[in-house]
């Protein structure tokens, strides 16, 4: 299935590296890899749980674009540098996904591009 829509964060990776924020093909939508990246600038250096709440709102954005909401998404992938930060990270998870529990897999002890990234978050949505 070909993409309906390619969506772009317009971060400097994207065109180099040859990827989009997030691609919609059908019902679907996949959000590529999201760390708390803005306008080139890691935020909350040292705390997972703040990187993850940006993670996230840059998710939400990508799935605003075409019409889908936190509530369409039915996997999330957490990558994480440290287990010890597999806590903070869930706590912020859950703070968005209780009601829905969508689909997840946590993996800790992964090395980012950047030393200071301490989590990266994918998801997948879909909406009938």
Same mark, same amino acid.
């Given at each position: 299935?070909?993409?309906?829509? !390619? ?18 093909? $059908? ?5 590529? $890899? ?5 306008? $080139? ?24 674009? #075409? ?14 540098? /440290?287990?010890? /930060?597999? /806590?903070? #990270? ?16 946590? !993996? ?10 301490? #989590? ?9």
């Amino acid at each position: 299935m070909a993409a309906d829509k !390619l969506i772009s964060s317009g971060g400097p990776w994207e065109s180099v590296i040859g990827y989009s924020r997030a691609v919609k093909a $059908g019902p679907y939508v996949h959000v590529s $890899g999201t760390t708390a990246t803005l306008n $080139g600038e890691l935020q909350h250096p040292g705390d997972a749980y703040s990187q993850a709440k940006v993670a996230y709102s840059i998710i939400e954005k990508a799935l605003a674009e #075409v019409g889908y909401g936190l509530e369409d998404v039915v996997r999330v992938r957490i990558y994480l540098t /440290d287990e010890a /930060d597999m /806590d903070s #990270v869930g706590k912020a998870n859950g703070e968005l996904f209780s009601a829905i529990k969508p689909a997840l897999t946590i !993996l800790a002890g992964l090395k980012f591009i950047n030393p200071q990234m301490l #989590v990266e978050i994918e998801a997948d949505a879909y909406k009938a």
